[in-house]
């Protein structure tokens, strides 16, 4: 196991093991559990374990009203060994509370030890019905482009809320990102990238779905897509979509 790779899931596990959050606070990294919430091991599957309400995990994309969702949690050094978990074993985070139960065996997907602790991330298909669509980043989103201007000044709480990151002149734009998370991708890519020009939000790469107002979206590859707004010009768009494809070209 390489120790640059342990390193960022140990700080990953600390982030997604803070067990409940309350209904009004938002949270950085994580979409949020509304529970009890069954997963599978597959769409439609065989239920492996169960999450209580207001947990914090990591999701993919939804495909057919579900998605793959998981969480670093804390393990024996048996089921680090095994690479398993039992039926009936109750789930907790690095606080050592239960946040939920295991109904079959689980698989452990990826593990590590630090300091004589052992930790282990798991995962399993849930319906969306089990997120709560308030803690979706691209619903935070759209929800915040509807309710206030696209003027750089009124999306600093967004960015501070979201811990977005500053991509400093990228393509000429001033930019803040959000990566991808581990499940979906653990090298990672871009989840969110604001695109801003002289102070004014102007589109947005995104690799999941984003549905905004009074805008266009384009696709740049099999991963990403473009959204911008109607009223920046057709020309400075493709001008983008043909550098950004240069862009990731030359990352692979």
């Not at 998370?181 to 020009?197: H, Q």
Request: aromatic share 14%; glycine share 6%; with cysteine.
């Amino acid at each position: 196991m390489k120790k640059n790779f342990l390193l960022i899931f140990i700080c990953i596990f600390m982030i997604s093991c803070k067990g409940k959050v309350t209904e009004n606070k938002r949270t950085h990294y994580q979409e949020i559990i509304d529970g009890p919430a069954n997963f599978r091991d597959k769409i439609n599957g065989k239920l492996i374990f169960e999450l209580n309400d207001s947990i914090g995990v990591q999701i993919t994309d939804f495909r057919k009203e579900w998605c793959e969702a998981g969480l670093f949690i804390g393990i024996s050094e048996t089921e680090y060994r095994n690479g398993q978990l039992n039926p009936n074993r109750k789930i907790k985070n690095s606080r050592n509370k239960t946040i939920g139960i295991t109904k079959d065996s689980v698989d452990i997907v990826f593990d590590g030890e630090e300091d004589g602790k052992y930790f282990g991330f798991i995962s399993g298909f849930t319906h969306k019905n089990n997120i709560k669509e308030k803690y979706l980043l691209e619903k935070e989103l759209e929800s915040y482009i509807n309710n206030n201007s696209r003027k750089k000044s009124d999306f600093d709480f967004f960015i501070n809320n979201f811990d977005l990151e500053l991509k400093e002149s990228f393509l000429n734009y001033e930019s803040y990102f959000k990566y991808e998370n581990w499940i979906t991708d653990p090298s990672p890519g871009f989840r969110i990238l604001l695109l801003f020009e002289e102070s004014e939000l102007k589109g947005v790469l995104h690799s999941r779905s984003l549905k905004l107002k009074k805008s266009n979206t384009s696709k740049v590859n099999d991963i990403y897509k473009v959204t911008f707004f109607d009223d920046y010009p057709k020309g400075k768009q493709d001008n983008f979509i043909s550098s950004i494809k240069e862009w990731l070209h030359g990352v692979d």
